[in-house]
């Protein structure tokens, strides 16, 4: 069964604080996105912005150009798109405070996380990084301030000695903070409109949130990423908000990067389960209550962590989770099946039905067959452990006919790696290409390089017998 979307603006988030895609790769996938129901996309552009000044050093070595940022803006208007803009201004701010120039607005020291609120060369910073980012999104509409994740917020010195006063709180340190940013953004720019991760206001009381001025300043995206989430709570979360004086909603699901730090497939049921419990949301209140919904992509869980499920390999999730938004489906029984059947050959091995496709097949081989196939030759073939054991290896020995057998199942991981690289240059920059390939296939090809090594050495002309002397 469907229905109509309960959600006006559907936006595919896209994480570049890790593998962040080429330029050319966005004007494949645009398209793509339009199709499947999205209708804008919020960028989260962390280290690929060009800052430029003081904050150059924010940088990614293959951070976009200016020409770039429009030619992205460019794509998406002529897909119908809608770009919305995140600059973190408070937690997940370690691409900023990792550096040695900037750790001293850390609110903890050895924490790069979370900037010290206090300072005002702190709100400075995160004033001249929004005009930055806006000067070159004219005319946003929103503009996503995170703030999500604000950890260890009120164990500076600083803070321990200002909460040390009455009736100051960490709630109301947050709030302040937070009412800062929204104010710049409203007075600079007024049009435009901040969006704001809700986990940080979540457990502040409803007075307090009515009585300070960030519920008249910002829309939250009440995120939730879960397979089971709770339905009834979310209802009276959004109660709360409301009355707390919040305008408009959003919320905000997952389609990929949500299930595990490194996690290299995207488990499609569980992101399915998530959409249609979103729309369970959405169908319980008034229409219009929840405006949009974000679909994030998380990349990375931060800027320090592993690389997640890369963006060719989240499209088949991608897809149904965004036509289950569009249709408004409201089947319960298996979501499993239902997505088998709509993915297709999206899902399928050796597809070649949307752009990056090869690198889904090629990943699916790698993550699920790669290390258990080099335990089975290594550890369990008959060839491998009964004519060049470790014994063998060390000694140079083995039966000349017994190349032919082992050799093969070697050289074939090693062409599909090569295979595996070529398509991951086309769509990623080449660090992306040498975290992945080194944290997913270099392992497992290093042992089978070092049995290539043996067996070249012991092919050799001169062997000596079986035996010792």
Known sequence: MSGSSPFKMRLVHLD??????????????????R??????????????FPYEGHLRLLRAKHAYSPSEIKEILHLATLNELEVIPLVQTFGHME?????????????????PNTLNPHKEESLALVRTMIDQVMELHPGARWLHVGCD??????????????????????????????EAVASHVRARYPTTTPLMWDDMLRDIPEDQLSGSRVPQLVEPVLWDYGADLDIHGKALLVEKYQKSGFSW????????????????????EHHLRNHLQWLQVAGSMPADTLWGIILTGWQRYDHFSVLCELLPVGIPSLAVCL???LHAWVFKPKPKTEARKYVGSLCSEGASSFPGS??????????????????????????VTGWFSAYHRRRKLIHPVMIEHIQPQALRWDALAGELEAALQRVFYPDTVEEWLEEN?????????????DLGEAAGPRQDSGQDP
């Not at 570049?16 to 996105?33: D, H, M, Q, R």
């Not at 950890?151 to 947050?174: D, F, H, I, V």
């Not at 296939?441 to 070092?450: D, E, I």
């Open 249 to 268: 909603l959003w919320a905000a699901s997952a389609f990929k990067g949500a299930t595990g730090v490194n996690q290299s497939l995207t488990p499609i």
């Open 358 to 383: 090869d690198i889904l097949a090629l990943v699916i081989q790698v993550s699920l067959h790669l290390c258990s196939s080099v335990d089975a030759l290594l550890e369990r073939d008959r060839y």
């Open 149 to 178: 994740e604000v950890y260890y917020l009120g164990e500076g010195e600083t803070s321990r000695q200002w909460l040390q006063q009455e009736p100051n709180s960490k709630a109301g340190l947050c709030l302040s903070h937070m």
């Open 95 to 111: 691409f900023v405070l990792k550096h040695e120039a900037l750790a001293h607005l850390r609110e903890v020291a050895r924490f």
């Open 441 to 453: 296939v270099h392992p497992s090809l290093r042992r089978l390089q070092a049995l290539l090594q």
């Open 16 to 33: 570049l604080k890790g593998a962040p895609p080429k330029v050319c790769y966005l004007s494949e996938i645009f398209p793509l996105f």
């Open 323 to 325: 036509q289950a938004l």
């Open 35 to 48: 199709a499947l129901g999205a209708n804008g996309v919020l960028i989260e552009y962390e280290d690929m």
